[in-house]
C-alpha cells in the first residue's frame, strides 16, 4: 500500500481531490487536515501561508494514476505530491489494496 501526502491550497480543494481519488477507487481512503500553516520560500520570495493537508491510502499499484490525477485537479504549479510505504498491518493493507483498484479505469 502507498500512504500519499499532497498539500492543498485550502480545505475546498483538498476535499475535493480526495473524494475524486476514493470515488474512481485510485485510493481506498482520504483524511483532510485543514488549518495546517505553511512556511517556504517561493520564487525568491519568503511565504507564509495556510493550508490543507489531504492524506490518502491507496493501492501500491495506483502511484502513476493518482499522480496523474492529482497534477490535473490541484491548482498549484508544483502540487506536494509524496509517496511513503508504510509498514501496516496485514489486515489493513489487505483492506486498501482491495478497496483501491479501480473499477472499468
Known sequence: ML??????KNSKEAEKIGFSLVKKRLAAC???I???KSFFYWK???ERTTEALLLLKAGSKNKGKLEK???KMHSYEIPCVLFFKPEASAEYAGW???ESKARGA
Request: hydrophobic residues 50%; charged residues 25%.
Open 3 to 8: 500512504f500519499v501526502y499532497v498539500t492543498c
Open 30 to 32: 482520504a483524511l483532510v
Open 34 to 36: 485543514p488549518n495546517a
Open 44 to 46: 525568491g520570495k519568503m
Open 69 to 71: 490525477e492529482i497534477r
Open 96 to 98: 486498501v489494496e482491495r
